[in-house]
Each structure stands twice: as C-alpha cells, then as structure tokens.
C-alpha cells in the first residue's frame, strides 16, 4: 500500500490528540501537518497542548514540533501539502459544516468525527464492518460540491457503536424493535476523573443530544442509497436511554430486542462468532481479527477487562438470554475513543484508502 500524508484537524483536543497517538506508528498515513484554532496558530504542537496532553502515552516525539497551522486561514497550505484530513473540531455546527466543504473544495478528502454533517444525506456515516457499500454515495457528493477527488465522509456517535454491531448480522431475521441503555464514559464527554472530579461515586442520567442520536443513526447506517443519497432504514423500532457513569473509557449497552423470525440463542452466538465485515477481509492494519466477541461467563463482558480487546477495535458481548418483553437482551462494550471514535475513523480511511479514494 501506497503511504498517504494526513494532517490532524482539531490535532489539540482530547479526540486528536488519540489521532496523533494512534497515527504515530500506522503503516499507510504519515501526519505531516497539525492544525486547530488560530489560538493555537504559530506554536509548536508541544508548546499549543502545554498541559492539556490527556493521553496516557507520551505525545509521540516526532510530533512535538510540528507547527500548529490555524485551520480556517491556513487551508490552502494544508489542503495542497496532504492526502487527507481527520477533523475533530469543537465549534458551532455551522462553522464546521462550512470547514468541512471548504476541505473538501480544495479537493481534500475529510474523515470526520463531527455531527454536523451526519444527516448531509449524500455523507455517507461509515461503520466499516457494517455499511462499506455507502461509500458509493461519494460520487452524488462529489457532483454536488463540483469536486474531482475531495468529499466528506463521517463516522457514527460513539453511543451506537456499543450496541449496533452485535444487532446488524442478525438484521435478516427481521429485527422489530429495539430498546438500548447506554452507561457512558467520561472520556465520552472530553473528560477525565482528576478534570471531572464530580463525577467519581456518581452517574447523571442526562448527555444533551445523546437518545436523539441514539435512536436516530442506526437507521442512516442500516440505510439504502438511491439516487445519489442515503435514505435511512424505517425498522427496527428504537429507543433508547444514555447515562453517564463513572468509567473512565468504554460505552456499555444493556440490549432488548424483538425480531419478526425469532433465531434460536446457539444461531445468535453462531452467527456473532462467525462475523467478518469487509475490513476483516481486506485485512485492514486497523481492523479487528474478532469483531464481535461473545463471552459465556456471566459477569462478562466488563469495562476494565475487555474494553482494549484488539486495540480497543473489537466488540465484547455477554448475557445473551430471553426476555419477557422482548425476544431476547444481552449486553455489549466497545471502547468510546477507540472503536468509538478515532480508531473508528482511521479504520474508514483505511477503508477508503484500501478502495484507491486517496489515489
Ligand atoms: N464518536 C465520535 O466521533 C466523537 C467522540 C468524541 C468527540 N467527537 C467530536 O469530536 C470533536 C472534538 O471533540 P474533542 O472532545 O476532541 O474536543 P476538545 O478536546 O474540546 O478539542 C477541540 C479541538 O477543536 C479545536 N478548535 C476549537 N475551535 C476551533 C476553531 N475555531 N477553529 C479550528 N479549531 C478549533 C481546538 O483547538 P484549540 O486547542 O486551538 O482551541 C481543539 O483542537 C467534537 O465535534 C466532538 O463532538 C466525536
């Protein structure tokens, strides 16, 4: 594979920051550039972090002096010195809106962990394992930006990612219903227990926005493309409720679910054991051997022990069983800022990359 050059957008906060850390040693992206506000403008990436390095590894060294471009007046410079960008911005969601289609006009390619353009419905919201098949909405984006080679490309809310692999390979028994509670890390909302020290001893059953998106981003997901856009899935029914718990990484989903043809609990685990998405097969450097992992024990899967499994990539589920309500619940983890997150967006750029769209 050809190595691609990238510049971190947002390369400050906690999100870029696990780029920087995660693309330190990647064998096809390079980071050559690093850009973020234009307070942050002018420094070297050590001296714009200062004490704000929330990583547990230190910043990877050949990235401490690489100046800080501001990313809005700088754009030109990055966008002609790169292959592509990842974003992971803190702005007004019509500001990064217009960030992102200004990258992708100067004919920069944008892997985005922003929400702003998760309901563009020619920004395909890529789960690689799940939905590889809506990069093909790439071309409608591409024509209405008037663009050869630069497009936004988005991926999903952290919250999703805990519950949504384990339910799509059982979509084709007819999945009908769904109820998910989410139990969120801290790392989730930017922060850690010595920054959010109120959060020790305690859980808050409110995250602004979080069922919204929840309830809502499974559908795009599980959508079709049909003339140049993304329709989102009518079924399952969802609903769902996210606390914040004092975990420091890892996003827990307590699942129910109810299917049209109900499969037996041997066919469920079968089937999850079975799994292999598309970067399974294309052997993607990011890509979990075992995406999804079922564990027998019944105290398993746990936030502290399994939350890293496979670099944080893979999916741990646990307590599959029938339900009084519901056809069956069961529980599943996947880390918030790996999986969830950055890990999540370089694996859909690997993906890109695998499919020549750098090229
Ligand atoms: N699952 C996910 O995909 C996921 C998970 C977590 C977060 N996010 C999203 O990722 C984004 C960043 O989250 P975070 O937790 O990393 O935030 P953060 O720690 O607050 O970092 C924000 C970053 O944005 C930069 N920034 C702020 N204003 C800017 C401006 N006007 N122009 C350019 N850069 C600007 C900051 O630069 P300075 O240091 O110069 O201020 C910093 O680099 C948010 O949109 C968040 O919703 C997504």
Redesign the pocket.
Known sequence: MKNYNVAI??????????FATLLENHPWFTVTAL???????GKTYEE??GN?W?MSTPMPEKMKNIV?Q???ADIENITSSVDFVF?????KKD??KA?EEAYAKHECPVM?????NRFTDDVPMIVPEINPEHIEVIAAQKKRLGTKRGFIS??????I?SYVPALEPLRKFGITKVLACTYQAI????KTFETWPEMVDNLIPFISGEEEKSEKEPLKVWGTVEDGKIVSAKAPLITTQCLRVPVSDGHFAAVFASFENKPSKEEIIEIWRNYQGEPQKLGLPSAPKQFLNYFEEENYPQAKLHRNLEGGMAVSIGRLREDSQFDYKFVSLSH??LR???G??IEMAELYAAKGYFD
Do not use: F, H, P, Y
């Open positions: 957008i947002g390369a400050t906060g906690m999100v870029g920051q696990r850009a973020a506000s234009a307070r942050s403008a714009a972090v704000r929330l800080v501001d990313a809005t974003c992971a911005v803190d702005m500001e990064i960030l985005s962990n922003n929400s702003a988005v991926k999903s809310n952290c919250s990612q790392s989730g909302a930017g918030n800022t969830g997150a950055a999540g967006a």
